[in-house]
């Protein structure tokens, strides 16, 4: 058995295939190499994996990769990263050419915003900054107050807070985190709405909304992205989300893009995970649960040999694949897990390959739902009618 507690989306062991252990010190010489002596931050040719190419959310362009910024302090899947060798990667992202970084005020609470503020203010207008809103969070203190607020008065007061740790006069995006059961979704479109005017917020978006409620928002005021989690091993957005999307012209950011670290190779049938670890509360990673869909990471590393990749790689670009608005932002705390990801944008498939990937991961039942269920209960939801 193996006890883990994996500090990104983008697991520490990873599959060896390919030489992933090569791969990381290689990596992480040529990450300190970029960091160190470096003229200046974002746009410094950097050696290695880099991300050339943008995709457009709606009106938004960023980079055809993005990064996803959760567990800069390690509340996540129970680690304690290190707030200097965070600031570290975001420059080195930079460098790499990611323009999108991904944070919310839950993460922490504040301090992700803290951390990622300090770390893009040498080239702040070259990036894309997104934050989210949504959680009843004392705005003071960052204490939890149990469940959601999206009152338009706590909206405008969470965004003056999000401004100000993240060092900027504007957020590029603004997500509602989660649909408040007790607020009509055309009172916080309205609320962003008056944001926008004001030149706080540019771009507006939902996270694990309804669809009726994305189609109410967007009437509103237009919607640039829906970021709901999808992957290999989670397909729900298929469904509704991603044809809805097509229809209204929206942009889709998919969080968890590796499975919670499930398609990196870097978790077995043993894995057990550490008290603290989300995952060790998620049904999908249950020992059973666990076991039966290994079949997947089979699959995963069995297209990383045919294309001479990565599994993360793999997953990535097969995101990427399906759409072109779609923009994954894995999470990592690792600067190696990171140039790493980006090499996916390199991955192609040709139209029958991915007739065939595809047919081959619908083949293979996925066993365990992706959330607990208290957690789960917050997808999907309609916001209530406007009275």
């Given at each position: 058995m193996s006890r883990i507690s994996i500090a990104?989306?983008?697991?520490?062991?990873?599959?060896?295939?390919l030489g992933r252990r090569s791969l990381l010190k290689t990596g992480a010489a040529i990450a300190a190499a970029s960091i160190v002596g470096r003229a200046s931050f974002a746009?410094?040719?950097?050696?290695?994996?880099?991300?050339?190419?943008t995709r457009r959310l709606a009106g938004l362009t960023v980079s055809a990769l993005g990064l996803g910024c959760q567990d800069f302090t390690g509340t996540f899947y129970a680690t304690a990263p290190d707030r200097a060798d965070m600031i570290k990667l975001v420059h080195n992202a930079a460098d790499r050419g990611v323009t999108l970084f991904d944070?919310?005020?839950?993460?922490?609470?504040?301090?992700?915003?803290?951390?990622?503020?300090?770390?893009?203010?040498?080239?702040?207008?070259d990036i894309v900054l997104s934050s989210k809103f949504g959680w009843n969070i004392d705005l003071e203190t960052g204490k939890s107050l149990g469940g959601l607020n999206s009152r338009p008065e706590h909206i405008?007061?969470?965004?003056?807070?999000?401004?100000?740790?993240?060092?900027?006069?504007?957020?590029?995006?603004?997500?509602?985190?989660?649909?408040?059961?007790?607020v009509p979704i055309e009172d916080v479109a309205g609320a962003v709405k008056d944001l926008v005017a004001q030149g706080k917020v540019l771009?507006?978006?939902?996270?694990?909304?309804?669809?009726k409620t994305v189609r109410r928002a967007h009437a509103v005021h237009p919607l640039t992205a829906i970021q709901?989690?999808?992957?290999?091993?989670?397909?729900?957005?298929?469904?509704d989300i991603i044809p809805l999307c097509e229809e209204l012209g929206i942009g889709f950011v998919p969080w968890s893009p590796l499975g919670m670290g499930f398609l990196t190779g870097a978790i077995n049938k043993d894995t057990r995970f550490a008290q603290g670890d989300f995952r060790a509360v998620v049904p999908r990673f249950a020992s059973d649960n666990l076991a039966a869909n290994m079949a997947i990471v089979s699959l995963v590393e069995d297209w990383a040999r045919r294309k001479s990749a990565r599994p993360a790689q793999i997953a990535l670009a097969w995101l990427m694949a399906q759409k072109p608005w779609i923009v994954p932002i894995p999470g990592t705390t690792k600067a190696?897990?990171?140039?790493?990801?980006?090499?996916?944008?390199?991955?192609?498939?040709?139209?029958?390959?991915?007739?065939?990937?595809n047919s081959r991961i619908a083949a293979i039942p996925v066993q365990g739902a992706r959330l607990p269920p208290a957690v789960l209960a917050l997808s999907g939801v309609e916001a209530p009618p406007k009275s």
């Open positions: 990104s989306e983008t697991a520490p062991e990873r599959s060896c295939v746009g410094a040719a950097a050696a290695g994996p880099a991300v050339t190419g944070a919310a005020e839950a993460y922490g609470p504040f301090e992700v915003e803290r951390i990622l503020g300090e770390a893009v203010r040498p080239f702040r207008n405008k007061l969470a965004v003056e807070g999000m401004l100000k740790r993240l060092g900027t006069d504007r957020l590029d995006m603004v997500y509602q985190h989660r649909v408040d059961p007790a771009h507006y978006g939902l996270s694990e909304p309804g669809p709901n989690e999808y992957s290999i091993l989670v397909r729900d957005p298929e469904r190696p897990h990171m140039e790493e990801n980006l090499g996916a944008e390199a991955i192609s498939f040709t139209g029958d390959e991915l007739v065939e990937l």
